[in-house]
């Protein structure tokens, strides 16, 4: 909490003289996905979900940049988000949410500071991402509730690892650096010296959620003759016990996207184990399962003119307990002009839970049909 105070602090003081420069650029966009689903779970848990389930998504990203001589630039920026009939409240202050940040571009690379993602997360490849809803943290759970993750105001429970990103920590204030290429090829890393964050998997009142965090990511991009490649690594300590690994590798050819992901967590010490059993409503039972668990994605996209659509699978279990996930999506974006997204996605979830009664488990097909309005 102290360094977001200063992080944000930091930021406020260089807003006026940046507002000041000469030759500042203003940048603005925003957009609003409205989602709606039809819900089709099994039998056995139909009383889990609705049978329909609407859901709108804003957004509002602004920002100043001001461009140097020898290609150096400073930007500074704010991006907002809400959210309507979301089961997920995974925006950083609830039902709504900010990133307020900076970046500074140099040839000696880029620094940033404030309320971003880690290096790894921004730096993931996998499976390619088609409209609204895709696989990590994914809106679908939002129309067929997964027990395994639970964000509302007064509960968080990730029972197994609900991205193969590194989004452990979100969007809590922190610092990056990242190295101009070499070819083609970027190191970065971040320190984050709160681990908590409303977008992040971090129970507020764990005992390690003040504790630092240490991400360490490579990226690169790469003309195989036959396709081009992109790849990223990733390796996170969190609490000093906590270690993440994350690998992806995608390939692009003439319209065709082949994308996957790996994400593995596991705890390498004894100062703070996983809470099987909990007498504390804060803390549920298993809470935070997602620090020994696994998870992969596949995906294969293909795009032509205004329309886009992929399959993919996310597959994410738990190292010691049953608690598993199995989400399949089939999604299809039409862009009817450059201010309007159509939106249609079928969806198969298969979540397990550590026992087999129906509040622990959900099974089931969706449908979802929608539309996004952007600038």
Do not use: C
């Not at 102290?2 to 940048?27: C, G, I, M, R, Y």
């Not at 081009?228 to 996170?236: C, I, P, Q, R, T």
């Amino acid at each position: 909490m102290k360094f977001k105070l200063f992080a944000l602090s930091a930021l406020a003081l260089l807003w006026p003289v940046h507002t000041q420069a000469a030759d500042a650029e203003f940048v603005y966009s925003g957009r609003v996905d409205s989602l709606y689903s039809y819900n089709m779970p099994d039998s056995r848990y139909k009383h889990n979900d609705h049978r329909d389930h609407w859901v709108n998504i804003f957004s509002l990203n602004l920002g100043i940049e001001k461009e140097f001589a020898d290609d150096y630039q400073l930007g500074l920026y704010a991006d907002f988000n809400a959210g309507i009939n979301k089961r997920q409240d995974n925006f950083n202050n609830g039902d709504w949410g900010q990133e307020v940040y900076g970046i500074m571009d140099s040839p000696y690379g880029r620094i940033m500071l404030g309320e971003t993602y880690n290096v790894a997360y921004q730096f993931q490849v996998g499976a390619p991402r088609v409209g609204a809803i895709g696989l990590n943290d994914s809106d679908i759970v939002n129309f067929m509730a997964n027990p395994n993750w639970v964000k509302t105001k007064h509960e968080t429970a990730y029972r197994t690892l609900n991205s193969t990103s590194m989004n452990t920590d979100g969007v809590a204030p922190k610092i990056s650096y990242i190295t101009p290429e070499i070819y083609r090829t970027s190191f970065g890393v971040s320190f984050t010296p709160d681990t908590y964050d409303r977008r992040g998997l971090v129970n507020k009142f764990a005992k390690y959620a003040d504790d630092t965090a240490y991400v360490f990511s490579l990226y690169s991009e790469q003309d195989l003759g036959f396709a081009d490649m992109s790849a990223a690594l990733g390796y996170g300590i969190f609490n000093q016990d906590d270690k993440e690994f994350t690998a992806g590798l995608s390939f692009y050819k003439g319209g065709w996207t082949l994308g996957a992901s790996y994400r593995k967590t596991y705890v390498d010490g004894g100062d703070y184990k996983i809470t099987q059993q909990s007498l504390n409503p804060r803390l549920p039972d298993l809470f935070d399962n997602y620090r020994e668990g696994q998870a992969w994605d596949v995906g294969l996209k293909y795009e032509i003119g205004p329309f886009q659509t992929a399959l993919s699978y996310l597959h994410s279990e738990a190292k010691d307990s049953r608690n598993k996930d199995d989400i399949i999506l089939l999604s299809n974006q039409y862009q009817l002009n450059k201010y309007v997204d159509l939106y249609l996605v079928g969806a198969q979830v298969n979540f397990r839970g550590a026992d087999r009664t129906i509040a622990e488990n959900n099974k089931g097909y969706t449908v979802v049909a929608g539309v996004g309005l952007h600038f």
